[in-house]
């Protein structure tokens, strides 16, 4: 017997709880006389199809990441800070009218999946449908259609992936490039490029490396937002795991640095003012590359170091590191129990909005490291980053013979020839301060 107390769900007034109507139509519309779903069919429809989604994309286990959630502290540094307030703005428009494509990229846990996750959990919201899933994870979910007991055909999946209102691509570029995972990401995003659907992707990789194919398409600016984030990972805040050297030469400034009038004569104590004038028109506006190159001791990591803590204190991202130290950095990740992997590590060093290398020297190096060297270099080189360097003239002739090339562009490298007596008495006089003059502006 029934529960008078218990509520009764209410009749809907178009279909009587039938589900199905016959439209309204003239005779003649191929509609006519045909049972077409209700309205209240077709909500229960989009509810299911929702929730479904919600369940594929694993967002119970994201939905604490929203916009309202998203940290923008910037760890001190305010172009860091900038960089995450401009992404979360970005992201939250795109969530309230998505159209074309945006793409998140940076470092581990610089927060681009946190806004991924925040469009989606914002769209679910809005009763909108969306599709937010890890790249590998999709990949797994396509091949699982191959397996006897699937309830769905691998036809079917690629289509509800394809074909969805939006789509988020989570860690594009950390799948295992078979040529099957390959041609699948091609053909589904190509669709979906083709016909103009809203997709989000997070990527910690440059467009360089991915296929040559989807590169294309993530280039095409009437189609595609690219928004950098330049956070530090959150997830090794606080643990010990310091990277750069910058810390150890805090003392080193422009107005610390000596224009040893005491020992060099007029001539050489005019071109050392005219090189440090150059240092410091370098440090107010960092751009293409600077070589400070000569003998032992004659100040090079001094006025390396005087570029990073200005650029520094300025509130933009800086790496200064000893190229030793760097290769041993780049080794550790090897090891057991390391809190960073090596593509963490590599790719934050290219990626290094300021990168300054000190003691620059290949000569006792391995043929790994020189070529760990020249990769993270070439990449500066091809898209115009910021790089400042400093070498020997004892080390420069036993350097790469490509990286030299690079480094003899003087369309992209402003070389300083610091060529004066060490401070410590060690080195010959051999001329004056030498800098070539041209410039390039990315």
């Known amino acids: 017997m029934e529960d008078p107390q218990q509520e009764t769900p209410e009749e809907c007034p178009y279909c009587h709880g039938m589900g199905y109507v016959r439209a309204d139509v003239p005779v003649g519309d191929p509609r006519f006389g045909k049972a077409q779903p209700c309205v209240c069919k077709r909500q229960e429809y989009t509810r299911r199809r929702i929730e479904a989604l919600r369940q594929a994309s694993n967002l119970q286990y994201l ?6 959630t998203f940290q923008v502290d910037g760890s001190g540094a305010t172009e860091i800070a900038m960089s995450l307030q401009m992404a979360c703005s970005e992201a939250q428009s795109y969530a309230r009218n998505p159209h074309g494509w945006l793409v998140f990229t940076g470092s581990y846990g610089s927060g681009k999946t946190h806004l991924a996750a925040a469009i989606a959990n914002y769209r679910l919201e809005q009763a909108q ?27 079917e999946r690629f289509d509800q992936v394809r074909s969805i209102d939006m789509l988020i691509l989570d860690d594009l570029g950390t799948q295992n490039a078979t040529p099957w995972a390959a041609e699948k990401l091609y053909q589904l995003l190509n669709y979906r490029y083709n016909a103009e659907l809203p997709t989000v992707i997070t990527t910690n990789q440059m467009l360089d490396d991915l296929d040559p194919r989807l590169a294309s398409r993530l280039r095409d600016q009437n189609m595609v937002v690219i928004v950098p984030l330049h956070g530090v990972d959150h997830r090794i805040k606080g643990k010990n795991d310091s990277f750069g050297s910058l810390s150890s030469y805090q003392e080193m400034t422009m107005d610390a640095f000596k224009d040893r009038r005491a020992d060099l004569d007029a001539n050489q104590q005019q071109a050392l003012k005219k090189a440090m004038q150059d240092v410091q028109e370098y440090s107010e506006a960092p751009q293409n590359w600077l070589l400070i190159r000569g003998p032992y001791g004659v100040g090079k990591t001094h006025l390396a170091a005087a570029i990073a803590n200005h650029v ?6 800086v790496l200064f590191v000893v190229v030793a130290d760097l290769l041993d950095y780049l080794r550790a990740t090897f090891q057991p129990g390391s809190a960073v ?4 590590r590599f790719n934050e060093v290219r990626r290094a909005r300021l990168l300054v290398l000190d003691d ?11 070529e760990k060297l020249f990769q993270i270099l070439n ?6 980053l910021p790089t400042v360097l ?3 003239r004892a080390d420069w002739e036993s350097l790469d013979e490509r990286l030299k090339s690079r480094l003899e562009d003087a369309e992209v490298c402003t070389i300083i020839d610091l060529d004066l007596p060490s401070y410590r008495g060690a080195s010959k006089h051999t001329g ?3 800098r070539s003059t041209r410039k390039r502006t990315f």
């Open 312 to 317: 520094s204190r300025a509130g933009i991202s």
């Open 432 to 434: 004056p301060v030498r």
């Open 360 to 370: 620059l020297s290949t000569q006792n190096t391995s043929p790994w490291a020189r």
């Open 341 to 344: 992997s090596y593509d963490q």
């Open 129 to 155: 449908p969306v599709l937010f899933v890890v790249v590998p994870d999709l990949l797994d979910y396509l091949r699982a259609a191959y397996a006897p007991n699937s309830t769905t055909t691998y036809d």
């Open 63 to 68: 939905q604490k990441m929203t916009f309202e």
């Open 379 to 384: 990449h500066r080189y091809q898209i115009g």
């Open 390 to 392: 400093t070498v020997s």
